[in-house]
């Protein structure tokens, strides 16, 4: 057959030599099995001369169909499936096939003509370009002997007959049964390895393919690949979203989830709920893709509504499926009577919680048709419940920060690093809007292939130190107040007595378990009817003004409650964050000096920090990787350090308090956008965001041996690569030599989290003395130089001068 298509222009003839020649050489080679195998077969086909040359139509093979299936089944494994496996043997560069599984021809060939059927235009084209640069390889490799791959594979959509659906399936051509000859008049470039390249318009001047012809066969094999395709649309989709107000985005992820289910009639849903500063914050515009919350009943009882979903979830805290659902499920559980009147009749809900386990939202699947949803189809959803999680929390995340923005009028100053990139977008924004101003938009502010360091400095239980400061100022002010109306005696004003008696009971909460209701009814009391009774007593009983006046002394006079040992919590934490941020601001101007990089902390009980490194922050000044290493030295030592200082500073603070340090390692280039809304930089593509969440999901990691990674005194390190383990333990020696670290490193693995597995850690204990505290002041006026850390009067120095510095 001699065939010219008209998307590639590639003359082409159907051929079975190249096959069988194959099968030849694999006999005189002597592999094993071959003669037995293929001899009787090549016997049977020197008998017909006629299919050992090109044919001119596969109407030929149709005498010999029984002898050219059998020739051509040996292109598959013997495994592979007529029934169930979707492959084809193909004229090279044709849609015409000469051999087929079932499923093959049932998928795309429509008509009795053994012709590829393709979906649409794109698809063509995209086979067409496939085909045409696999053509390029082939002369290629036949004529210059380059080592280039005679396959091409791509993923293209088809949308399945009876579903609508969209399937995605990866299609493999291979085309080593196919031999290339150069038609008469055409003379090949004699010098083209030397002089040229592989770029598609410059093979197509030097080799147009009218002056070729191909002679064999194309193998066809097509895997679905549609939850692995889906499972990135829904990544993609999802990193893209700014507001889950977007009807089109929600449109867009329906059908994927559709698709990757396989059920065409269901209807999916996200349940929001905002809770930023300890309160919920309903708006109808982040409602508008709820199931739940179209509901009238639920719209007029929002918080009750997203009290009972934390309640049920707190108790089942995976997926639940609804196969069928009936108006007397709703005596079990109260959310179902709100989609059953809404037509839902099968349905799954998934709780979209944060690490904490505080419910943020809910992935909602349903359909109008009983039994419908199964548990596989909730078995196969789990996999993508952690995509929707993350996506809500970093929209949670940006309307807390637009929110407080809104509220402090803040605007975040640009760092001299990016400061050149900024001043490049805002030009072109200005050189726009000159020409046109409605239409002028900033451009887009990105760096590709940077290299991230993460790391965190954090304050060793911040929040149980804090909850404790709390219970003990209550304690105290219950018990003096106590002690003053127990002074007050015997009297007629019967408020003092109940007053006692409240005290007493606010006394054995606070032993037993102070809960959060019970601390703002305790404020309560003491701030309203206690100071009341104080201010009564002081004018009523002149005998006791003394006492009264000592009460009311030991007190916040604006707060009218007790705040010292809370005030001592605070000021130990503050003194801790600018001590540290201090330090790590010096430390920082003189690493800029070295090359520039982006970087950026955030301070709340501690300090957490991501730098930025790489060729497109600095274009202008020669990048390489020696950089990065000496960034990931530099931070180990900033962090060895920064456990130093907390430790001599802990004998310093109020309330002593102790850090725990942690480095996330990740030795893969990423890239980074400028987020306008947040006014920051985010990891970019679906690619980088695993280590998003792996960032957002260490601080509170534990070993498999069920302790918390991260210790006061120690440096963590989390790694994935055992090549990143090697290099930190390079740089472990030589914070050793340097008398930073002590003792040998602890090798640990780390629980699951949710999403990620296969984190392993690294522990190193920081050297530290206690006994160097005496000779502190004297190596401090000796004159001690920055980097000078060697020995217990060099570190005490070291940590003294910081602090000193921090107070001033």
Known sequence: ?????????????????????????????????????????????????????????????????????????????????????????????????????????????????????????????????????????????????????????????????????????ELKLDARFAEVSVQEGFELPTDYMVQRSLDIDDLRSTFPLEHFCFEGLV?????????????????????????????????????????????????????????????????????????LFRNPEVQAQRAAVAARCAVLFAGAPG???????????????ELLPYYYNQGARSLILCPLTCDDGQLIGLLEITSEVAGYLRYPHLSRIQSAVSLFTLALEKSIEALAQEIDRTIKEHFTAVQPAVEWKFTEAAFQYLEQSAHDEESASLPAISFRDVYPLYAQIDVRNS????????????????????DVLQAAGRTEFPL????????????????????????MQIYDFLQDEVHALMEHLRAAKPELAGTVDEYLNSIDPEKKIRY???????????????????????????????????FERYVTDGIEFNMYVGQSLAPDIPFHELYVSNLKLWQFTLLAKAALLSQVLEKRLPLPLRTTQLILAHSVPISISFRRKERKFDVDGAYNIRYEIVKKRIDKVHTRGGERLTQPGTVAIVYSQQKELHEYLGYVEYLRSEGLVEGEPEYLDLEELQGISGLKAMRIRVHYQEHAAGNTQRAEKGGMRREDTHGEQGREAFAEGNIEKAGK
């Not at 989830?257 to 919920?280: A, D, E, M, N, S």
């Not at 003092?496 to 809960?515: E, P, V």
Request: a negative charge; charged letters at 25%; proline letters at 6%.
């Open 496 to 519: 003092l007595k109940a007053a006692r008696f409240k005290i007493t009971q606010y006394l054995a909460a606070i032993h037993d378990n102070l809960l959060s209701d019970d601390e």
């Open 1 to 169: 057959m001699h065939s010219k298509t008209e998307a590639t222009h590639i003359d082409s003839r159907l051929s079975l030599q190249p096959l069988i020649a194959v099968l030849r050489q694999m006999i005189r080679e002597g592999k094993p099995g071959a003669a037995a195998l293929y001899a009787p077969l090549l016997a049977r086909l020197d008998a017909r001369p006629e299919l050992l040359r090109p044919l001119q139509s596969p109407k030929e093979l149709e005498p010999h169909r029984e002898l050219a299936d059998t020739l051509l089944s040996t292109l598959f494994p013997p495994g592979s499936s007529a029934t169930e496996d979707l492959y084809a043997v193909a004229v090279p560069f044709s849609h015409e096939t000469i051999y087929a599984s079932v499923p093959f021809r049932d998928r795309f060939i429509v008509n009795d003509d053994h012709c590829i059927a393709e979906p649409d235009r794109s698809t063509a084209t995209g086979i067409a370009r496939a085909s045409q640069r696999m053509a390029y390889n082939l002369i290629l490799r036949q004529f210059y002997g380059w080592d280039l791959p005679a396959q091409a594979a791509s993923v293209y959509p088809f949308e399945d007959r009876d579903s609508g659906l969209t399937h995605y399936l």
């Open 219 to 291: 193998v066809i094999n097509v895997d679905d690949v549609t939850s692995e395709q889906v499972i990135s649309e829904i990544k993609n989709t999802l990193l893209n979203v700014r507001a889950f107000s977007d009807v089109s985005v929600y449109d867009e992820l329906q059908r994927h989830v559709q698709t990757f289910l396989g059920l065409p009639h269901v209807t999916v849903g996200i349940t929001p709920f905002f809770r930023i500063k300890g309160h919920y914050h309903f708006s109808e515009l982040h409602y508008k893709n709820s199931l």
């Open 319 to 333: 997926p639940l499926l609804f196969s069928t659902v009936t108006p007397r499920d709703g005596e079990h559980i």
């Open 463 to 482: 929040s149980q130190e804090r909850s404790t400061a709390i219970r003990r100022d209550l304690e105290e002010q219950l018990q003096s107040a106590h």
């Open 564 to 598: 010292r040992h809370r005030r001592a919590y605070e000021e130990s934490i503050t003194r801790i964050n600018e001590t540290l941020d201090r330090f790590i601001d010096k430390e920082q101007a003189h690493m800029q000096k070295v090359y520039p990089h982006y």
